[in-house]
Every structure is written in C-alpha cells, then in structure tokens.
C-alpha cells in the first residue's frame, strides 16, 4: 500500500502531444514543491488560476550567478486541504502539451521532495481521507474508461452516490433492527422485548426486498459496463456478412455471392445507439461435407449459444428452407432479434410463414402477401415474450436505425429507461451474499419456525452488515484496495 503521508506527482491527462498537459501534485509539500518550481515564488490564491513561468527548481538550479532554466509558461492553480480531489493540498499545472514539457515538470517535481504516484493513488487518497467511498472511487475509473454515452451516464450517476445512498438506506433500516435486537437480548431476565417477532421478521423481509430490488438490474448493468455480445446467425447467403459490415461501419467481412465464404469468427467492437457492443459475424449454419466448413459452423453455433443476444437473419427474398427453421428453434427462448433482410426485394413467404417452425412461434403481424412491415412480433423467447422481427436491407442500409433499437431494447437499454444502478461485478457479488444471509434470516424468523432467539439473528444480520459495508470500503482490506485502485490510470 502506499503511504499516504508522501507528496505525489503524476501526469493527470492522457501521454503524448496535445493542446495541455496537466500535472498534479498532492500531498502536505505540495504548496512548497510548487513554490520552488515557480519562478519568484509566486504565492497562489485557493482556486486562483495564476500564469507563471514554471522553472527546473531551486535543487536543479545552474551554478550562482546563473538564471534558472525556464521549462514553461504555464496555469497553475491550488486546491487547498480539505477542500480538494484528495483531500491534501492539490497544485495542477496546465502546461502546453509536449511530453518533454510535462516529464521535465515531473522530474522538477521529483528533485523538489516529491515522489511519482502509483496507479489510482490521487482517488485512493480521497477514499482515504473520506471524500469518496469506494463505490464512488470505482465510478471514477468507470467514468474515465466509458467508451460511449450509456457508460458514461451510469457512471456519473454512480459518482453521484446513487449506490451509496441506496446502501445507506438498507443499512439504516439494518443497524436500527440489530439495535433493538441488542437491547432486547441485554435484558433477557427483565422481561423487557423492544421489537416483537413479527416486527423482526417484517423488518428483514423489508430488508431483502430492498437488497434484491438493487440487485434486479445487475445483469442489464453487467452488459452496459462490459459490453453485450451480438452474434449474427444464418444459413449462407442470407446478408450476414452485409449486415456486419453496416454495423461495423467499415467492409470488415468479404461479401461474395459464393455461399460458404465466412469460415471462422470476424469480430469488432462498435458502440450502437450508446451501448458498447462485440459484433460476431459467423458461418452460414447449413449441413455440409467440407471439414473446414463444418469446423466454421460449429464455432458459430457455439457463438451463438455464447452470446448475449443474437440476430437471426432470414432471406425474405428466397423461401423458408430446414436451416432457417433450425436456427430459429435452436435460438428460441433467448434473447434474440429476427432480421427479416432483403426488404427491397420482392417477399418470398409472409411473416406468418414463420409460425411453421418447429418452435411453434406465433406471429403478430398480418398473413396477407407482400413485404414485412419494419418491426414485428414473431416467435417466443420466454414465457410471454415473443421475439422482435425487423425488416432491413444490409445492402442500402434500410431499416438499421430500428434494428439498432431494437437490439437495443431487447438486453433493456433504450432512451426512456434509468440507467442501471448496480454495474461493479465486486459490489453485485457482495450484495448477493448480504442478499442470502438475509433469506437465511427471513426463513429462521417466519411464524413457521417458531421464535428465534435474538442471539441467532443478531450473529446473522451482523454477517449481512459486514457485506453491505465492504460494498461502500467502510470494512476493506489493504488487499482489495490494492487490487481496486491498481487498475486506475496513474494520474487519477
């Protein structure tokens, strides 16, 4: 761990040429650093931006007589304790953006006293010093590696204490049942009960409610900070590697009219409608002699189990064959979107054609002829859900703005709905355990089981507690933290 009491230093924007580049310096030398690499010791006012000349240093200086090295003219301001990012003194320099610059501020800084910052210590020390907690501090990092705007959304919100509060609720609610709890087992001889059973086990069951409705949209989190998987499936010919290329927005896949031609897995990573996503374009799924092929196939199908959602596309120019109704049992009763492609040419078979395959699918849209309408309802995904079908053209790029959506909504991200609140595998793990610890309590306390003596739930709530406060670092090893802030840039 490293020692809090140090001055550090580090660049605070990302290395190589641009228009600034910002160094910072915390810790309790700061203001004194600062002073020796500013020519005349200019004195800093709190949240001042004050131009200057920053200078190699008083311990770098030429010999007597000589004027001190000008490295450059520079913006710096202070951040007085307690009032800053780290909860220490804080002096960033905004210097013009050459790398030489900015490693000659640092070095000054270092030959002044102070020493250069491991990864995440400037937000390691706020966690420190109380200006964050640890679901916060993880904001942090999230928000600076957000790839699009849904990431960068729940991340701010996240900064913003959501978790936190959300946490600091349960817990209120957690300390006030384990206090009375106390009160009632500290007097056992006397008589005196501060909570009834049935009052015990509302609480818990209040408890787990909350717990559990945090936990509820964890996966749709998961996805957003991770990214989801989208796997394009069909038979050969279909427009699979079309449709990727449209996503892709670069002629990633080679597109011929020779069937067979996709041999393995092409992959790319694209941000569609604000969600961060991993495109795979597959095999065409078919039977087929050629070892190479039927290799090319298999992975398909194993990608396509694999995958977080997939996108099922069918010629709607060419009739229904086997593989097309295989692919569509195969992918039923997962998340899945159905692209009707080829939506400028004439339709072959209605969308009620559909309703044929072995799946059993029932169909919303109309059985009269003609093309598919754009978005339709086919197909059941599970109990009560029935697959979003979307007719496009890969070639001129019709219809991708609703497949887009689609996709979109299918995994839960749309422009109507919150962001998730949970997203950090470490905080769902964790709240999963608090979330069972209180199951065990909620079973032990029912009027089934009969009155439960306070010792017993006491041990086990403290044992939900423990969780619930390692979620926000109040319980956390130097261990964790190392683990955590190790994965921050340097300079944050």
């Given at each position: 761990m490293f020692s809090p009491d140090d001055t550090i230093v580090a660049l605070a924007t990302p290395p190589g040429r641009g228009g600034l580049a910002v160094v910072r310096v915390s810790g309790p030398r700061a203001s004194a650093i600062a002073s020796d690499l500013i020519e005349g010791g200019a004195i800093l006012r709190p949240r001042h931006a004050t131009l200057v000349r920053?200078?190699?240093?008083?311990?770098t200086a030429p010999p007597p007589g000589l004027p001190a090295a000008a490295i450059d003219e520079a913006i710096v301001t202070l951040f007085e304790a307690p009032a800053s990012y780290t909860g220490d003194d804080v002096i960033e320099f905004s210097l013009h953006g050459s790398p030489v610059i900015a490693s000659e501020v640092i070095a000054a800084a270092v030959a002044a006293g102070a020493r250069l910052a491991g990864p995440g210590e400037f937000t390691l020390r706020a966690f420190l010093s109380g200006r964050l907690d640890l679901t916060r501090a993880e904001a942090v990092r999230d928000l600076v590696e957000a790839t699009t705007p849904l990431q960068a959304r729940m991340a701010f919100d996240q900064l913003q204490g959501t978790i936190a509060e959300r946490i600091g609720e349960i817990e209120g609610i957690l300390f006030d049942l384990m206090a009375r709890l106390e009160a009632s087992a500290d007097f056992p001889e006397e008589g005196y009960h501060f909570i009834s059973?049935?009052?015990?086990?509302?609480?818990?069951?209040?408890?787990?409610?909350?717990?559990?409705?945090?936990l509820a949209d964890s996966k749709?989190?998961?996805?957003?900070?991770?990214?989801?998987?989208?796997?394009?499936?069909?038979?050969?010919?279909?427009?699979?590697?079309?449709?990727?290329?449209?996503?892709?927005?670069?002629?990633?896949?080679i597109v011929t009219a020779i069937p067979g031609t996709t041999r393995d897995l092409l992959i790319e990573a694209v941000s569609l409608g604000g969600a961060r996503m991993t495109l795979v374009d597959t095999a065409g799924v078919r039977a087929t002699s050629d070892p190479i092929e039927r290799e090319?196939?298999?992975?398909?199908?194993?990608?396509?189990?694999?995958?977080?959602?997939?996108?099922?596309?069918?010629?709607?120019?060419?009739?229904?064959?086997?593989?097309?109704?295989?692919?569509?049992?195969?992918?039923?009763?997962?998340?899945?979107?159905?692209?009707?492609?080829?939506?400028?040419?004439?339709?072959?078979?209605?969308?009620?054609?559909?309703?044929?395959?072995?799946?059993?699918?029932?169909?919303?849209?109309?059985?009269?002829?003609?093309?598919p309408p754009p978005v339709a309802r086919i197909g059941e995904t599970s109990p009560g859900k029935r697959a979003v079908a979307v007719a496009i053209s890969a070639t001129s790029g019709a219809g991708m703005d609703v497949l887009i959506r689609s996709i979109n909504r299918e995994i839960g991200f749309s422009d109507t709905t919150a962001p998730p609140l949970i997203s950090n595998i470490r905080q769902i793990e964790l709240l999963g355990h608090a979330a069972?610890?209180?199951?065990?309590?909620?079973?032990?306390?029912?009027?089934?089981?009969?009155?439960?003596?306070?010792?017993?739930?006491?041990?086990?709530?403290?044992?939900?507690?423990?969780?619930?406060?390692?979620?926000?670092?109040?319980?956390?090893?130097?261990?964790?933290?190392?683990?955590?802030?190790?994965?921050f840039c340097i300079g944050k």
């Amino acid at each position: 761990m490293f020692s809090p009491d140090d001055t550090i230093v580090a660049l605070a924007t990302p290395p190589g040429r641009g228009g600034l580049a910002v160094v910072r310096v915390s810790g309790p030398r700061a203001s004194a650093i600062a002073s020796d690499l500013i020519e005349g010791g200019a004195i800093l006012r709190p949240r001042h931006a004050t131009l200057v000349r920053v200078v190699a240093g008083e311990r770098t200086a030429p010999p007597p007589g000589l004027p001190a090295a000008a490295i450059d003219e520079a913006i710096v301001t202070l951040f007085e304790a307690p009032a800053s990012y780290t909860g220490d003194d804080v002096i960033e320099f905004s210097l013009h953006g050459s790398p030489v610059i900015a490693s000659e501020v640092i070095a000054a800084a270092v030959a002044a006293g102070a020493r250069l910052a491991g990864p995440g210590e400037f937000t390691l020390r706020a966690f420190l010093s109380g200006r964050l907690d640890l679901t916060r501090a993880e904001a942090v990092r999230d928000l600076v590696e957000a790839t699009t705007p849904l990431q960068a959304r729940m991340a701010f919100d996240q900064l913003q204490g959501t978790i936190a509060e959300r946490i600091g609720e349960i817990e209120g609610i957690l300390f006030d049942l384990m206090a009375r709890l106390e009160a009632s087992a500290d007097f056992p001889e006397e008589g005196y009960h501060f909570i009834s059973p049935d009052e015990t086990h509302e609480a818990i069951r209040s408890l787990l409610a909350r717990t559990e409705a945090l936990l509820a949209d964890s996966k749709r989190g998961r996805l957003l900070r991770e990214g989801m998987t989208v796997v394009i499936a069909g038979r050969p010919n279909v427009g699979k590697s079309t449709l990727f290329n449209q996503l892709a927005g670069v002629e990633r896949a080679i597109v011929t009219a020779i069937p067979g031609t996709t041999r393995d897995l092409l992959i790319e990573a694209v941000s569609l409608g604000g969600a961060r996503m991993t495109l795979v374009d597959t095999a065409g799924v078919r039977a087929t002699s050629d070892p190479i092929e039927r290799e090319g196939v298999a992975r398909a199908e194993r990608a396509c189990a694999a995958a977080d959602i997939a996108l099922v596309v069918l010629d709607s120019s060419s009739p229904l064959c086997e593989d097309d109704r295989w692919l569509l049992e195969t992918t039923a009763g997962r998340p899945r979107v159905i692209v009707l492609n080829k939506s400028d040419l004439p339709a072959a078979w209605r969308a009620a054609d559909i309703h044929a395959s072995p799946s059993g699918a029932e169909t919303s849209t109309s059985a009269s002829a003609g093309p598919p309408p754009p978005v339709a309802r086919i197909g059941e995904t599970s109990p009560g859900k029935r697959a979003v079908a979307v007719a496009i053209s890969a070639t001129s790029g019709a219809g991708m703005d609703v497949l887009i959506r689609s996709i979109n909504r299918e995994i839960g991200f749309s422009d109507t709905t919150a962001p998730p609140l949970i997203s950090n595998i470490r905080q769902i793990e964790l709240l999963g355990h608090a979330a069972e610890a209180l199951r065990g309590i909620q079973t032990e306390t029912s009027p089934e089981i009969g009155q439960t003596p306070e010792e017993l739930v006491l041990a086990d709530l403290r044992v939900a507690a423990d969780y619930l406060q390692e979620v926000t670092g109040k319980r956390s090893s130097e261990d964790l933290l190392t683990a955590i802030f190790s994965q921050f840039c340097i300079g944050k």
